[in-house]
């Protein structure tokens, strides 16, 4: 993606001079791909969002399906992995801004720091969302999941296991 095909900057808005990503400080191997109904337009903003949207689909409904195409390199990587286990999804926004250091979003009242924000626009845009492993096909090295909320083909970088004692913050959150 070019600078030029990159979204409009909003009011209150303001970019890194030069932009970011012409240098690479570490190389990043996509593991696979996550499908979804997803485009452009009409994608959740959250994973709360997209398991809303998603459970008026019949699990039979591929309109309303989503799942990760693993490179089948990766299929070994499957082994141990449970249907109904809760997974952390690493995936990389590939078709986000990374040179927005203030942002001004829709839904609050002024602009607000990138790093305040779970925006895709930021210098690395990796999005992280814990979602349930619903069905697996080591064979095929596909992963049915319940939710997600990003485009159609978006690169997945890695897929971890939710561990509640290991996961779970230690206490409330602040603010």
Not at 1 to 14: C, F, H, Q, Y
Not at 59 to 68: C, E, K, N, S
Not at 146 to 165: E, N, R, S, Y
Request: neutral net charge; charged residues 20%.
């Amino acid at each position: 993606m070019t600078m030029a095909d990159l979204p409009e900057i909003r009011p209150g808005e303001v970019a890194l001079p030069g932009g970011i990503g012409a240098t690479q400080d570490a190389g990043v191997v996509f593991i696979g791909r996550i499908r979804t109904p997803w485009k452009r337009g009409d994608c959740p903003r959250n994973i709360a969002a997209a398991r809303e949207r998603m459970s008026g689909g019949s699990a039979v409904d591929t309109a309303q399906r989503a799942w990760i195409e693993l490179d089948p390199r990766f299929a070994p990587a499957l082994t141990g992995l449970k249907p109904g286990q809760p997974l952390l999804l690493l995936y990389w926004m590939h078709n986000a801004r990374r040179d927005l250091l203030l942002q001004a979003p829709r839904h609050v009242d002024a602009p607000r720091g990138t790093f305040a924000l779970r925006s895709p626009n930021r210098p690395n845009p990796i999005a992280a969302s814990c979602v349930t492993l619903l069905r697996i096909d080591p064979a095929a090295a596909t992963l049915e999941i319940d939710a997600i909320d990003c485009f159609d083909g978006t690169p997945l970088v890695d897929i971890k296991p939710w561990i509640q004692m290991i996961d779970m913050p230690p206490g409330p959150a602040d603010g």
